[in-house]
């Protein structure tokens, strides 16, 4: 078997894999590790670095459709592949080559929230149900027959690190079971629905950008989704204010949206139909802090206008 992963989602997958007597893992492949921090050391993505502890052949590829990783690949001969957050498209020159085909292990319920970021996409989404799929791999962005998928309830207060690991979990879990089965022949699947197909993207830094336009329920939705990439932050005059926690509260009259105002001995933006309680901010360059704090030391945080959204001319922000 190879397997293909990079975050800390894979690691649970990559150890199920490791425990099978059955199976006999010929190479992981990661990306390379990067430098980090002013020191410039060399950091190991999370698959990496547990390939390395269990001490797996590692091939660390920057583009795994180059020549170079196909050949390597090729010659590794694996009867199955089991891909999970690897972040990069598998070729169809290495799709090709396990006799079993390749396994996507994918945190969400597909159709719903292919692509990049699944996970925040589903809280965000507000969905009632989080899931892991796992697909036989073919050329299109998950689009793959199911071989099988599990779900389990939200609550509504999960933030991103928290459903993440418990869907790695699960995903271990299913994955231990579908390797069994496809082992065994059972492995065609049953194709996705054409209906419920949603996409989701690569999150940048601008993504975090609360805009007041939105209704604060939304907001508060981001703040956990946002977490800890890309984090969301305010803008007021002279200063970002980054938002660790918040809490959605009812309108007061004389609120404008899009500005900041008191809460308690807190403080709260006003958005289009309510308010956010910024309950635990983060000035740039400076630890997390309860929003009376930053009060306290930010008097004339009340009363400031965010800095909007730009939107340019075809809507996009």
């Given amino acids: 078997m190879v397997f293909f992963g990079s975050g800390a989602f894979a690691v649970p997958a990559l150890e199920t894999l490791i425990r099978r007597d059955d199976v006999e893992l010929v190479g992981v492949v990661t990306p390379p590790d990067r430098s980090a921090g002013r020191s410039g050391a060399l950091i190991a993505v999370p ?47 290495i799709l090709d080559l396990p006799r079993f085909g390749i396994l996507n292990v994918h945190p969400s319920l597909l159709p719903r929230h292919r692509g990049a970021s699944p996970i925040p996409a589903t809280i965000l989404a507000a969905d009632a149900l989080a899931g892991v799929s796992i697909m036989q791999m073919d050329a299109g962005l998950d689009t793959g027959p199911i071989l099988a998928a599990v779900d389990w309830p939200l609550n509504g207060t999960e933030d991103t690190p928290e459903l993440e690991s418990r869907a790695a979990h699960e995903a271990a879990d299913l994955l231990d079971h579908v390797v ?12 996705q629905a054409p209906l419920g197909i949603t996409m989701t993207r690569t999150l940048n830094r601008e993504a975090g950008r609360l805009d007041p336009r939105l209704p604060a329920a939304e907001l508060e939705r981001r703040v956990r989704a946002f977490r800890p990439w890309p984090g969301t932050f305010v803008e007021i005059p002279q200063l970002r204010l980054g938002i660790r926690e918040a809490a959605v509260g009812q309108a007061q009259p004389g609120d404008v949206p899009g500005v900041v105002v008191a809460d308690g001995a ?48 075809d809507g996009a922000e």
């Fill in 47 to 93: 698959v990496a670095a547990a390939a390395r502890t269990a001490g797996l052949p590692l091939l660390q590829v920057d583009r795994v459709r180059s020549s170079e990783a196909v050949d390597v690949i090729r010659r590794l001969a694996p009867d199955l592949g089991v891909l999970a957050d690897f972040g990069q498209l598998i070729p169809q020159a």
């Fill in 180 to 191: 069994t089965s496809v082992l065994a022949g059972h492995g065609s699947g049953t194709p």
């Fill in 266 to 313: 807190g403080i709260a933006l006003s958005t289009v139909d309510g308010r956010l309680s910024l309950t635990v901010v983060q000035p740039a360059g400076r630890w997390p802090m309860s929003g009376a704090a930053f009060r306290r030391g930010h008097p004339a945080v009340v009363g400031a206008a965010v800095v909007p959204v730009v939107v340019s001319v």
